[in-house]
């Protein structure tokens, strides 16, 4: 401890003076090696404590697995099991703080088809860049006491110890080599004796900082993807706006999976690859400012200069090629995505050669910029390697040689060396091979300082496109959209409805839901004109039991009307009340079932947990299942708790009873079903259509049958013509009863009509019979009739 509490140079003086001492001629690194083991302890101590509790932690979870065999299914166990531990997600007050550090990046993104920031700002080590990094570490170390803060300053200690045991090894080198040219044998074995001594806590050093600069790297990609996860997926539903209302980041996938954890691997690699050759430079110039004096120091610095402009001015825009790669991709990446997602499609339309094509196109494009990048660098590491590989050495050379040529332009090391004959050489030789040692590490620092510009750059390119992921995401939480350019704009279209101009309203907390006004217009990203209105100034307003089917042409704004309530397209203009989210349900045309086991589908998006904690059963889950008609799902695959790639196992109508399932469970107020029972047998959707009505769910539906029309009381029809709707009435209760009981009565002839055909198909047996037991009479018959 009394060693670290020293100053740094001070610290090393001492070390070095002790190896300098008279009494022994060789070195003594005994408190470097006091200081790593001390280090090595508490290190150690904190690693085995990690340890200690990540096993404990595994044994705990292992033997509640065992409690649960069924729940061993790899990546889908968790969602089966109940989360032990509640996850804290990042609170609003800390988005909405955190905003302000994101406005819109000034630099034109390579990853983003479209930018509404006109900036001359390009890509690369600048302002820009060190402001959008000082936003990002907002996230990354939230405060002072943290562990990413702690694994920081544990990182900085090692890299700080590398460099002391450097500059202890390169004086023990220079004693050595003098012991050796002196023939001192002795003084030479303790000198080796030393050097392994060293050894051992300089290895375990470089492991060390390894270890921790990954350590960092994972709790840096921890800590972002956790926060953009809290961003993206929450009640703001800023995924769904991310995907079709904003078309500033395209890939959001390849955004959260690789470039997060690239910035995150570059960013704790640099600190390492920049922090320690800075401090390797610092102290390795002070201590060659010993031994080379104030003069050599001078041209080492102007070499300095030199150095970092020629290369400043040769270098490449590799942030700008790096963010064009990670967009490359990404585009690589969800071309495969769409091939997996829509593979049974793509072979039904034996669709593989067209398919195989875009895939090679992509990745083609992907492979010429890479290629480019590559031939850019040949040239670069050239020019690179030259500089700092050779012109330095010699440089560094030449300031060695001073001293010993010019004894008065030395520093105060090699004054105290002036001495004559064999003791003349000796000191002379160990002040050589020290400088040079020293020399040869600053030339190594200086040339992965320059080094680290590039992957500065680089890094650049990924920080843009984290950034930007958070930025947007900020922007899309606080429902600020991209801002539609003016340039373009065709006023002569009416009203322009953009995403920067919505001024309905919606209110949650009616009874029913209630349209005044309301247009239903597309969302057109960044377009000038605006989103195009299919439904003009709608008004309606339903109440609980009032059943309405919605209809009209392909294509005119029937989903659009759903999106409208649910709040997934904006409200324009006018005013929606409605009752709150939990009470209005939606069956989407495309019947979704999720990644778990079949209890999670009939409960989505309940979890397991929440299923309990409403006081819900299996058993009653299967009462429901009943009404659907698929009472014999839990047997057939095993039970509830078994877990399989749903989409897969269930035909196109057990997906969508599935989902009506879901409709069950919930008992919403409303339900808005989207063409969602275009799968299933007429007869057994009467039946739960009667059934959603019996437990009290008022139903809103989307669809172009007919045979609908008897489960509801009004009509809303979109014409497609300039916005036209018409709101009818299908019929009063009593007319529908009357309806329904000649429905009753025509159902009973058709079951009669299906005895009568068993009657006839008798009959008609009989009479067969009755033919073939005599048909040489009717041959004869024939016959006679011929002859
Ligand atoms: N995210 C979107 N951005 C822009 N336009 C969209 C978007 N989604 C749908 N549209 C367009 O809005 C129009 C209405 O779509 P909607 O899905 O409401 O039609 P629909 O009446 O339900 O048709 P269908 O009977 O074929 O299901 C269509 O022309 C569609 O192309």
């Not at 531990?85 to 007050?93: Q, V």
């Not at 926060?227 to 769904?240: R, S």
């Not at 704790?268 to 120091?297: C, E, H, W």
Request: aromatic share 10%.
């Amino acid at each position: 401890m009394a060693v670290q509490s020293k100053d740094l140079p001070q610290q090393i003086n001492s070390v070095l003076d002790s190896i300098h001492s008279k009494k022994s001629s060789s070195a003594r690194p005994l408190p470097a090696v006091a200081l790593v083991g001390f280090i090595a302890i508490v290190v150690g101590r904190y690693l085995s404590n990690k340890q200690a509790k990540e096993k404990k932690a595994a044994a705990a979870s292992k033997a509640s697995a065992s409690t649960s065999a069924t729940q061993d299914k790899g990546i889908l166990k968790g969602r089966v099991q109940a989360p032990k531990k509640s996850i804290k997600y990042t609170s609003e007050a800390t988005i909405e703080r955190n905003r302000k550090y994101f406005p819109p990046s000034k630099v034109a993104s390579a990853g983003s088809s479209a930018s509404s920031v006109k900036s001359s700002v390009k890509v690369g080590v600048n302002k820009e860049f060190f402001r959008q990094i000082e936003a990002i570490f907002k996230i990354l170390i939230p405060k002072l006491r943290c562990k990413e803060s702690f694994i920081l300053v544990l990182h900085t200690t090692f890299l700080v110890l590398r460099t002391y045991l450097s500059v202890v090894v390169a004086r023990l080198d220079g004693a050595i080599v003098k012991d050796l040219i002196a023939g001192n044998g002795k003084g030479f074995i303790r000198g080796l004796g030393y050097w392994f001594a060293i050894a051992l806590p300089a290895t375990y050093t470089n492991s060390m900082i390894r270890y921790l600069q990954s350590k960092l790297s994972i709790a840096f990609r921890t800590r972002l993807t956790r926060y953009v996860h809290d961003l993206y997926l929450n009640d703001q539903i800023t995924y769904y706006k991310a995907l079709n209302l904003d078309d500033r980041i395209e890939g959001v996938d390849q955004y959260i999976t690789t470039d997060i954890a690239k910035f995150c691997d570059s960013l704790a690699g640099l600190y390492s690859n920049l922090g320690k050759p800075l401090l390797d430079t610092i102290i390795f110039n002070y201590q060659l400012m010993r031994s080379i004096g104030v003069s050599g120091m001078g041209g080492l610095f102007v070499s300095y200069v030199v150095t970092a402009f020629l290369l400043r001015m040769v270098t490449p825009a590799f942030g700008k090629l790096a963010a064009v790669e990670a967009k490359l991709e990404g585009d690589f990446r969800s071309a495969h995505t769409r091939l997996i997602t829509n593979a049974e499609e793509i072979a039904f339309y034996n669709g593989a050669e067209l398919e195989h094509s875009i895939l090679t196109k992509t990745y083609k494009r992907l492979i010429r910029h890479i290629n480019s990048i590559y031939k850019i660098r040949i040239a670069y590491n050239m020019f690179e390697d030259f500089i700092i590989k050779y012109c330095w050495s010699a440089v560094g050379l030449t300031l060695c040689a001073l001293p010993v040529f010019f004894p008065a332009l030395g520093g105060v090391d090699s004054a105290k060396n002036v001495s004559s004959g064999d003791q003349a050489v000796g000191a002379r030789t160990k002040g050589f091979i020290t400088s040079k040692r020293l020399m040869m590490s600053l030339a190594d620092a200086g040339g992965r300082m320059m080094y680290s510009y590039k992957e500065m750059s680089e890094l650049a390119g990924s920080t843009l496109r984290v950034y930007n992921l958070i930025s947007v995401l900020h922007q899309l939480h606080a429902d600020n959209y991209e801002p539609a350019s003016a340039e373009g704009s065709d006023d002569s279209k009416g009203e322009r409805y953009t995403l920067d101009d919505i001024r309905g309203i919606i209110g949650y907390g009616y009874e029913g839901i209630k349209f005044v006004n309301v247009p239903i217009v597309t969302p057109s990203p960044g377009n000038s004109n605006g989103g195009e209105e299919l439904v003009r100034d709608l008004s309606v307003d339903i109440k609980p039991g009032d059943h309405m089917l919605v209809t009209g042409p392909n294509g005119v704004g029937k989903t659009g009307f759903a999106r409208v309530i649910s709040g997934l397209w904006p409200v324009f203009r006018g005013q929606i009340q409605r009752p709150a989210p939990k009470d209005i349900f939606y069956i989407p045309q495309r019947a979704y079932l999720s990644i778990g086991s079949l209890r999670d589908q009939v409960i989505y998006p309940h979890s397991h947990a929440d299923m309990i904690k409403a006081g819900r059963t299996d058993e009653e889950l299967m009462t429901i299942l009943k009404h659907v008609h698929l009472a014999y799902i839990p047997d057939r695959e095993g039970g509830w708790d078994t877990v399989k790639e749903w989409k897969d196992v269930f035909s196109g109508g057990e997906k969508q009873r599935m989902n009506l399932a879901r409709l069950f469970y919930h008992k919403p107020k409303f339900a808005i079903l989207d063409e969602c029972t275009s799968a299933v047998s007429s007869d057994v959707e009467g039946l739960m259509y009667n059934h959603a009505k019996d437990i009290g769910i008022t139903l809103i539906t989307i669809s172009h049958r007919p045979a609908l029309f008897k489960y509801h009381l009004h009509l809303l029809k979109f014409t497609g013509d300039h916005g036209h709707w018409e709101f009818s009435t299908i019929g009063t209760a009593e007319e529908r009863q009357s309806l329904e009981k000649e429905m009753a009565s025509l159902q009973a002839k058709l079951d009669e009509v299906e005895q009568l055909k068993e009657r006839h198909a008798e009959i008609q047996k009989e009479l067969e019979v009755g033919l073939n037991a005599g048909p040489q009479d009717g041959v004869k018959v024939q016959k006679r009739g011929l002859f």
